[in-house]
């Protein structure tokens, strides 16, 4: 085993140090949403958000992942791609208005024969939280020592900035960015609400107005799209009605058909990059060669991306006596909602799953880490994802968790940075 991944693999194991400064988050936390309090109130709604650890990671998975990312990035401009995918889209997902999606999330597990993408999501939370939490780590042992944190960019906020402006420049060419509404359903009940906050603030750190809205609050009167009478010119989409369906959405929907708004991100990115199904042609690399691409991006997917497939009438029996191996998800699904670890797959969901739109992907095991909760030692499962725009990486970050998928719920988890062992 090469010595950082040894490394990495003896401070997960053994390093029970808190390297969080609960001091410093807090009062960054206040001085960032610049509400006296702010800290304390997230610390009682939210008491398992941050961990207290960061997690470890080798520099070789490090660059695999970044490598697998702008693979995917690759594939997903093949034209051959792209009218497989848009195949089994919605017809609003099949015009492309320009942007390439704020905040795309990958997911991945870091397995003992490297790193493996999990999921794609286009409405990636926890960005903003993350980079706060970043901020407020110490080194507290001597084996840390010479471990860097992982930031793709040396300033998170000018590189979000950056990103809103061009994606406003992708669909519009040309004018200023003015007012941006960061929309979701009703966005104050919504765990991530102080993510919101925090993304709300820092837009209008770097000059922009920017707005938290209830998407069933808009207005479109078939030239603007408004909320409260102020014309909104972006919207940061944190929806998960990712084809904007449901009558509340009704405004979003005919302002983003219209080309009236920027919608970053959007169906047609959604329809491109995170529906499930499309992990079945990103794993199929015999057939991405064929469509165009790239010998290195081929083998980035290929020992990066574990072989995924539709669920149908035809393979069902196969996969059913082959599902202690398998991980089964919604085509459509998020947040890790309906979805199965095969081995405690019970006959009666696997008989409904047959009549719905699943794959079935191998499973690639999360890496582990040990923390100390409470005096007691408990190991936790871990998750890391790569927050990206463009196919760079603007923030890496983790997160711990038990149970067969994240939660955010576990004591002694929650998001975690994470370290370059």
């Known amino acids: 085993m090469p010595d950082s991944e040894g490394r990495a693999s003896r401070l997960n194991g053994g390093c029970f140090c808190i390297t969080l400064d609960r001091q410093s988050l807090a009062e960054t ?33 490090l660059e695999g992942m ?20 848009l195949s089994w889209a919605p017809q609003i997902a099949v ?18 024969d490297g790193p493996r993408v999990i ?10 939280l993350n980079d706060v939490l970043g901020r407020a780590q110490r080194v507290c042992c001597g084996e840390v020592v010479g471990s860097t944190p992982v930031h793709a960019t040396e300033n998170f906020g000018d590189a979000v900035a950056k990103m809103f402006r061009h994606e406003w420049r992708l669909q519009r060419g040309s004018g200023r960015l003015g007012l941006v509404a960061i929309v979701d359903d009703a966005p104050e009940d919504q765990h991530l609400y102080p993510d919101f906050q925090l993304a709300q603030a820092l837009l209008q750190q770097h000059g922009f107005e920017a707005v938290i809205v ?3 609050g808009l207005a479109f009167d078939g030239r603007v799209l408004s ?47 995170a529906d499930k199904r499309n992990l079945t042609l990103l794993s199929d690399t015999q057939r991405l060669a064929q469509w165009g691409l790239a010998a290195d991006d081929v083998a980035a997917l290929e020992s990066g991306l574990p072989r995924t497939v539709l669920v149908s009438a035809d393979n069902a029996e196969a996969l059913w006596q082959g599902r202690r191996e398998l991980f089964f998800k919604p085509a ?39 923390v100390d ?3 007691s030692r408990i190991e936790l499962k871990v998750d890391v994802r790569l927050y990206t725009y463009a196919g760079e990486v603007l923030l890496t970050a983790a997160r711990l968790y038990q149970g067969q998928a994240t939660n955010m719920r576990t004591p002694g988890g929650g998001f975690a940075p994470v370290l370059r062992a």
Not at 95 to 112: E, K, N, S
Not at 119 to 128: L, R
Not at 338 to 349: H, I, M, N, Q, S
């Open 373 to 375: 909760q409470d005096g």
């Open 227 to 273: 909320a409260d009478g102020r014309a909104i010119d972006l919207i940061y989409n944190r929806l998960v009605d990712f084809g904007l369906d449901e009558p509340r959405h009704a405004a979003i929907r005919a302002a983003y058909v219209a080309g009236a708004v920027v919608l970053t991100p959007n169906p047609h990115l959604h329809a491109l990059f």
């Open 214 to 216: 209830d998407a069933a």
């Open 66 to 85: 970044s490598r697998i990312v702008k693979a995917v990035e690759a594939a997903a401009k093949l034209p051959l791609y792209r009218a497989a995918a």
């Open 119 to 128: 999921e794609v999501n286009t409405n990636a939370g926890g960005a903003f």
């Open 29 to 61: 936390l206040d001085r960032e949403v610049g509400l006296p309090g702010f800290a304390e109130q997230l610390g009682a709604s939210h008491p398992v958000l941050f961990s207290n650890v960061p997690v470890f990671a080798p520099a070789p998975a």
């Open 332 to 370: 459509r699904g998020y947040g890790s909602k309906a979805t199965y670890r095969g081995e405690k797959l019970t006959r009666r969901v696997w008989d409904g799953n047959i009549a719905g739109d699943y794959v079935a992907q191998v499973f690639a095991p999360p890496a582990r880490r040990n």
């Open 95 to 112: 015009r492309d208005h320009g942007p390439v999606g704020a905040f795309m999330g990958y997911d991945f597990h870091l397995t003992a």
